[in-house]
């Protein structure tokens, strides 16, 4: 063998090895697997089931809608109008004027027309009622201005809403939501001294426990929203959710309006 | 995370610990690789420095034995090797006293010198890109095995639901989500090793050409002292 393959020969026999970083490599895996395995899994991404989803909003006072501006939820009643009458007004065509007939021919008289024997018979007809037109008081949609005010949350049939709203497509029971309300206004004032509406966010749990209570949207004064929460932690116990609704838990969005 | 792979099935189990392994050979060879190349750029600097610094070649062989790592090494050596069996035959280093200009000893064969450097750096480039093929391998194979794993899963998922005869949800997604574990650890495994395999294959080039250049300024040298 000559001496360069010697050489090469020699060169080639010294390698890294392997073994010792495999072992450290194998170590670090397992502990990144392990790691991956105690980590929480909203750390990773996936998303607790702890409240549904928001898939349709319900208010508790009519359509959730601009801000009142004076009307109130429980002011806001319908009315009774006057409805204006229809009238038919027939479309005439533009017409040239009749030529007037000379004055020495005399004139014709049309015959006097004989009465139909169908409109006695329609005049004698016992059941038909006489058709009535004219002013007639009907309900109306209107909303009139009361000058009243709700409490900030209710049920009321019109108006804008201002009150709240559920995290449900399909809330069964608005009796359950009117307790609710009612419940939670004896621990609670309206009159403040000054505006103001804080959004609040709690859940109903299946035994009627008022959990997870927190300020959603500030007023802006922090005593409101003390004030808010306050009323809702002394409320403390609602009814258990009724059998119809089958959710475990009811996620409440309520307005608390505060006025001077 | 645990739940998901704890009551996975067999097949699926078996791919994820393929993949682990893979995952952790190919992170060992990166590591070794990238400490190797580490020290033979720092080795190949300092020898580059002593070779063009020394006046004799039997000065540089003495740091040869310190600076091994570098690629440039060994075709050093194997250079001097060759240069050294042409000069002990040749009828000057026999007969006349050295040190004269006439009794200055001669190459047969600067093309025999070049072959030889030539056979070190093919030599050397082996070396060096040792273990690196296992990097293409993972990085090709590892996507493949994960997405057996997930079509196995499914496959699996799907009959599961068929056995029940629902399609709720609550029954459809957690065996998906088991079955999509195993295309990830496969894509974990595969991206780091495309990604240094890239990186290796490139600095070895860079190594391949440094030893090109070392080779012509070998051969110069002995073309200018020994013809």
């Known amino acids: 063998m000559d001496a360069v393959s010697a050489v090469l020969r020699q ?13 450290w490599s194998l170590l670090v895996h397992v502990g990144l697997t392990v790691l991956l395995a105690v980590v929480p899994a909203s750390w990773l991404g996936a998303r607790l089931a702890e409240e549904p989803a928001v898939v349709m909003q319900i ?46 021919v005399e004139r ?15 005049a004698k007809d016992p059941r038909s009622r006489t058709p009535t037109k004219g002013a007639e008081v009907q309900a109306g949609s209107a909303v009139a201005q009361t000058a009243g005010r709700g409490q900030g949350f209710g049920l009321s049939a019109g108006g804008g809403g201002t009150g709240g709203y559920l995290d449900v497509a399909n809330f069964c029971c608005p009796d359950y ?49 003390y004030y808010s929460q306050r009323a809702l932690s002394l409320t403390r116990q609602l009814p258990p959710l009724p ?18 | 995370m645990v739940g998901l792979v704890a009551q996975a099935s067999p097949i699926s189990l078996a791919v ?10 190919a992170w060992a060879i990166i590591a070794v690789k990238l400490a190797a190349f580490r020290k033979v750029d720092r080795q190949t600097a300092q020898f580059i420095q002593v070779f063009r610094g020394a006046a004799k070649f039997s000065d540089v062989q003495s740091v040869c034995a310190s600076l091994a790592a570098s690629p440039l090494v060994g075709m050093f050596l194997a250079g001097y090797a060759e240069l050294n069996a042409q000069l002990r035959h040749s009828p000057a280093a026999g007969s006349g006293s050295p040190g004269t200009a006439a009794s200055r000893p001669t190459l047969k064969s600067l093309a025999a010198v070049d072959r030889a450097l030539l056979r070190a750096s093919s030599a050397e480039v082996n070396k060096l890109e040792k273990r690196v093929t296992f990097l293409a391998t993972t990085a090709s194979i590892t996507p493949f095995i994960g997405l057996f794993g997930t079509v196995w899963g499914i496959m699996s998922a799907f009959t599961s639901i068929g056995a029940q005869g629902s399609t709720d949800l609550s029954v459809v997604a957690p065996g998906i989500a088991e079955a999509l574990i195993a295309t990830a650890a496969g894509l974990f495994a595969a991206i780091p090793a495309v990604y240094f395999y890239n990186h290796l294959t490139t600095r070895v080039k860079v190594y391949a050409t440094e030893m090109d250049d070392f080779a012509l300024e070998f051969l110069n040298i002995s073309e200018r002292n020994f013809t």
């Open chain 1, 177 to 225: 939501l009117a307790t609710m309300v009612d419940l939670i206004t004896r621990h609670w004032s309206s009159k403040q001294g000054a505006d103001g509406t804080t959004l609040m966010k709690f859940v109903i749990e299946r035994d009627g426990r008022l959990t997870n209570i927190q300020v959603e949207r500030s007023s802006g004064t922090p005593a409101f929203d």
């Open chain 1, 11 to 23: 060169r080639a026999r010294e390698a890294e090895p392997l073994g010792k970083v495999l072992g």
């Open chain 1, 59 to 104: 208010s508790l006072g009519g359509a959730v809608g601009p801000r009142d501006g004076g009307l109130s939820t429980l002011g806001g009643r319908p009315v009774q109008q006057v409805q204006p009458v229809e009238t038919k007004k027939a479309i005439e065509a533009v017409r040239p004027p009749a030529a007037k007939a000379p004055e020495m």
């Open chain 1, 108 to 122: 014709t008289r049309a015959a006097p027309k004989k009465q139909t024997a169908t409109a006695k018979v329609e």
């Open chain 2, 16 to 25: 994820l610990v393929i993949l682990l392994l893979f995952s952790v050979v």
């Open chain 1, 243 to 260: 059998a119809a609704y089958t959710g475990e838990r009811l996620t409440v969005h309520l307005n608390f309006d505060y006025v001077r």
